[in-house]
């Protein structure tokens, strides 16, 4: 008979049992529910709400069960329906009725919560983790290439020149805040729920704070209903994963197309590099497309999870249940591909001549043409003209800004004089923006040193 089966007078039907169980995935958070269950037996004992003996009894046996788990001796039974259950007609079975009170003043509502809280805290550390070891990719891409000079592009045009420090250190910030949205999410789930109960807590005077500082957790949840019927600290950190995956395939998409032929600005080492079974020829930048498919897959959980908790009224609903293989999903999938893209990024090859080729097209130092009419005593609307004619001029004889004549120059402006050239070099329009968040090398510089800092103090 199952655990909860005293009120049922015949046993459910052996597809109810495999499609009402959950073992299958949350078989994962083993340790969590042993050592949240020895916690709250510590507890029981202490407050005498069973006797100190059988929390002892209690505590010793499950960490037997866990040593056993991890050598690989027990198998879960699926009609068992989840890992709370399967662990607890485990210890019944080897120390009888004792195993029967570690149930006393909880249920599998505010265990589940628990379980969850403690899994998915150890899973933000790892990923944390993961990041900062991007992070530090990043920074060293930045300090291998403070002049490497690149075309900064806007609609895919190019646009004015930066340097591949300058966009590498771009998503340095956009990595640095997924690391600071998971400290915060964090934060949130570091909440114990246990002493809940199935919805309205208990008549056992739990001691819940004593629970709460044996398990690590920063404090318990002030309301019952609230404690075992929230998921929102799930679906917060699928968001926050479903953004780091924005994130990489972001740069995924820039990766695929830099190691093209059409732009030869990298060329991907073979470790991160797949062939092709008819071209002999070709070089494809697999993991960089499958990151940028996989993202979708994490998207997928974010929506799934949104639309299960959407409708459900209080407090607890099996519904709930569909929960963990998405939010598992979604962060096996972020462990997966940080490390990969890290290791990609690391070891690619960088073309710096091809990048600063592509930087002398396109027209690229046109807006630093015109500002330094503006600097001359040009309105900037009349100089975004003359240089708009300029360009247009440029386009009709087959030649760039810095291959005009200061005759031709003067044709447009009795303002030009020969300070133009130098004005329009590729090395000056990236070194005069100097200010704070600017592409040039002292900035650039002093930022790398900044994010060191920053990465050392991180956890």
């Known amino acids: 008979m199952k655990l909860w089966g005293g009120r049922f007078t015949k046993s459910t039907d052996s597809f109810t049992d495999h499609f009402h169980s959950s073992i299958s995935f949350d078989k994962r958070m ?31 046996t499950l960490l037997e069960i866990l040593d056993d788990i991890k050598k690989g001796e027990i198998v879960f039974d699926e009609s068992a329906e989840d890992i709370h259950m399967n662990i607890e007609t485990i210890l019944i079975n080897r120390i009888g009725d004792c195993g029967k009170r570690l149930h006393t003043g909880r249920s599998r509502n505010d265990q589940v919560a628990l379980d969850l809280r403690m899994y998915l805290k150890k899973e933000i550390i790892e990923i944390k983790k993961l990041i900062k070891e991007l992070l530090t990719v990043l920074n060293k891409v930045a300090a291998d290439n403070i002049d490497t000079i690149m075309p900064g592009c806007t609609h895919l045009q190019n646009a004015q020149p930066v340097t591949l420090a300058h966009h590498s250190l771009a998503y340095f910030e956009m990595f640095k805040r997924d690391y600071d949205r998971l400290s915060d999410v964090y934060k949130r789930t570091n909440v114990m729920p246990l002493g809940s109960g199935a919805l309205a807590a208990t008549t056992y005077p739990l001691d819940r704070q004593a629970v709460c500082e044996a398990l690590g957790f920063e404090s318990v949840t002030l309301n019952s209903m609230d404690g075992v019927s929230d ?43 797949t062939g092709s079974s008819i071209m002999p020829q070709k070089k494809n930048p697999d993991m960089a497309e499958l990151i940028r498919g996989k993202t979708g897959r994490v998207y997928g959980s974010l929506i799934a999870l949104l639309t299960v908790m959407k409708s459900l009224p209080l407090a607890y609903n099996k519904d709930m249940q569909e929960d963990k293989e998405n939010v598992f999903d979604a962060i096996d999938t972020v462990k997966m591909c940080i490390p990969v893209f890290s290791a990609m990024l690391d070891t690619m090859t960088v073309k710096k001549e091809n990048m600063y080729k592509a930087a002398k097209k396109g027209f690229i130092n046109a807006t630093d043409a015109a500002d330094w009419l503006v600097k001359n005593g040009m309105p900037f609307r009349d100089a975004h003209a003359v240089i708009g004619r300029i360009v247009l001029y440029c386009i009709d004889n087959g030649k760039s800004l810095d291959e005009m004549t200061i005759d031709e120059y003067k044709t447009f402006s009795d303002v030009f004089n020969e300070g133009i050239f130098e004005a329009i070099s590729l090395e000056k329009c990236v070194n005069s923006r100097s200010i704070d968040g600017g592409p040039s090398k002292q900035y650039t510089q002093k930022l790398i040193k900044f994010n060191e800092d920053y990465i050392n103090e991180l956890i």
């Open 231 to 273: 998921r929102d600290f799930a679906i917060e950190l699928v968001s926050a994963l479903s953004i780091i995956m924005m994130h990489l395939s972001r740069f995924c998409e820039e990766i695929v197309l830099w190691s093209s032929q059409q732009y030869a600005f990298i060329e991907l080492d073979d470790s991160y590099s």
């Open 30 to 60: 083993y340790e969590e529910d042993i050592m949240g269950s020895c916690a709250h037996a510590a507890m029981l004992g202490k407050q005498s709400i069973i006797s100190k003996q059988d929390s002892e009894l209690i505590q010793k």
